[in-house]
Each structure stands twice: as C-alpha cells, then as structure tokens.
C-alpha cells in the first residue's frame, strides 16, 4: 500500500469527563502530502496525543473534517473504523510494552497483529518486517532479553506489520539513551523511504525534531509553528488568522493594538501607544 494522505479542517476534540468539557483540539487544519515523515511537537497537554488518536480512529471528532487517504473519519462507523486500523493505520502508542504480548516472540508478535487484517490484504513475511527495522537476528528471541531499544524497534514492528499506509507513533524514541532513540529513529526513516509509508510521529526531543524534514507545533489546541528542515515558520490558518511566536508574542500583550502595513514586500506589524484612562 502506498502512503496515505491526512487532511483535516476545523478539527475539534472535546473531552466531556466529570461534567466538564475539556477542549483538546480547538479547529486544526493541517494537510500532509502521502509519504511525508512529519514530527509532531507541543508543550505537555496541547494536543499532540488528541491528533494521533484521531488520525488512528481511536478517537472520532467532535466537530471539523478528518480525511486519511479515502477514509473522512468524522462519518465512520465502528466497524469501518476497525477495519481501517486492521489493515491501513498502523499505531505505536507511547510505551513500547503497550503494544506487544510479552510472553510472544517478535515473530509471533508480528503474526498476531496480522491476524486482523482483511482477507486480500497482501501481508508482508514478519521476517521482511523485522529485517526493515534491523531485528532479524531477533526474530525468535524472547521480549525479556531484548534492549529497550530493541523492544521499540519491535514495537514499530508490529505497527507496520499489515503494512498500513499511515504509520501513528507516540513519542517512539522517549526514555531511550541516544543510541537506541537513533537507532529507533533510523528505522522509521527506512520505513518512510523504503516504503513510501506516511509517518506521524510526537517528539518532544529537539535533537529529533531538528532530524526532520518537517515539523508541526500544537500549543493550546491549535497550530503555532511548522519547521521544515530546523527552520520554523508561522502558519496563516484558514480563517486568515496568523499565530504569533512566543518570543513576538511577549512584545505584544493581548489587546495591543497593531498596525500592520507593507512596504517593499515586507510586512510590519507597529505597536500603536494608547492612551491610558484619564
Ligand atoms: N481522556 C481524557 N479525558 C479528559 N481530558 C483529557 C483526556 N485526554 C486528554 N485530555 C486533556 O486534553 C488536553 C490535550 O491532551 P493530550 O494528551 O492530547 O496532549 P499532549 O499534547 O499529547 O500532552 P502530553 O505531551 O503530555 O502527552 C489536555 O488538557 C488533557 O488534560
């Protein structure tokens, strides 16, 4: 299968727990291109986790368009959404034990993620599986004797087992010592390049998310930056508004008042001095 699009429009996710409504999304619109590896970043509680989630079908949106390839996940059934993450959404949810049976070998771990997928759909050999994320040597090796790295890299294993279009990873790389959170990083560049594979994946590691070719900042429910390749870049939304970065932000507290002019194909933004109460 090859890599699957995301497109979301006004996406909203509210949380409705203990009589309170909890806004997690607050209308995002992103697009990403099939077989792009984007990283996802934010401060704790932005929303990161509420966005894979979505992606995946774990969750459905309490209002807005989610599009993955040909699925507009907001109008799905149950069953359709199983299905969809049988066979064309892998997840790596955070915590690599999460999402492996102990007592199973990476192999049988790998057919057992497997078993859910559709009949037709063409499954790759765990073995080739294995050998793309570098554990082929590992194959029969019990759970308990593996590394920590080579317990996520088996856990991206079993995320891609069914070959999905779309491959959702919860901060893969967190509570690993550099060589392994490179390693585990390294395997899901082979995936995406190998297989053309779109990867999603959270980070809250700079040194990673400057390995990315593009990045996208969540802050309060919202997008607040993109970096492509290390640089970041503020993001005009659909309702024409423009999120200012932190450190502009600071200059201009809420209720400022800006003049925005242009000249020469700059644009300005002027602070305008008000007058205080008399
Ligand atoms: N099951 C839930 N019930 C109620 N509120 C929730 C639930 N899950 C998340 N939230 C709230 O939604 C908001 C977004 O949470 P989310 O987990 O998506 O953020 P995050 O960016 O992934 O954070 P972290 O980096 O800490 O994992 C937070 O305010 C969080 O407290």
């Known amino acids: 299968m090859s890599g699957l699009a995301i497109s979301t429009t006004g996406l909203v996710h509210i949380y409705r727990a203990h009589g309170h409504d909890v806004a997690a999304l607050s209308g995002i619109g992103i697009t990403v291109r099939p ?9 704790s509680g932005a929303g990161k986790s509420t966005l894979l989630q979505l992606c995946g079908g774990l969750l459905t949106p309490s209002a807005g368009r989610l599009q993955i390839g040909e699925h507009n996940v907001a109008t799905m059934t149950e069953v359709e959404l199983d299905r969809m993450r049988a066979a064309d959404v892998g997840i790596v949810l955070q915590g690599a034990g999460r999402n492996l049976i102990p007592y199973l070998t990476p192999t049988d771990n790998i057919r057992y993620a497997q078993r859910a997928a559709p009949r037709g759909h063409e499954l790759p050999q765990p073995d080739d599986v294995l050998h793309m994320v570098g554990l082929r040597d590992h194959a029969s090796t019990p759970l ?11 856990a991206v294993a079993v995320g891609i087992a069914t070959m999905p279009g779309l491959l959702l990873a919860d901060e893969p790389t967190s509570q ?34 400057a390995t990315l070719p593009r990045t996208i900042t969540i802050r309060d429910g919202r997008i607040a930056s993109e970096g492509r390749s290390g640089e970041e870049y503020a993001v005009v939304a659909t309702d024409g508004s423009l999120p200012l970065p932190p450190h502009v932000a600071e200059l201009l507290p809420a209720g400022t008042l800006v003049q925005v002019t242009t000249d020469d194909g700059e644009i300005r933004l002027t602070p305008i001095e008000q007058e205080g109460p008399r």
């Not at 560049?189 to 809250?204: C, P, S």
């Open 35 to 43: 077989g792009e590896l984007v990283g996802l970043l934010g401060p």
């Open 144 to 154: 308990t004797s593996l590394t920590p790295g080579q317990i996520q890299l088996c």
């Open 176 to 209: 690993l010592d550099h060589q392994a959170r490179d390693e585990v990083l390294a395997a899901i560049r082979t995936i995406n390049a190998e297989t053309g594979m779109t990867v999603l994946l959270i980070t809250h590691d700079p040194e990673v998310a």
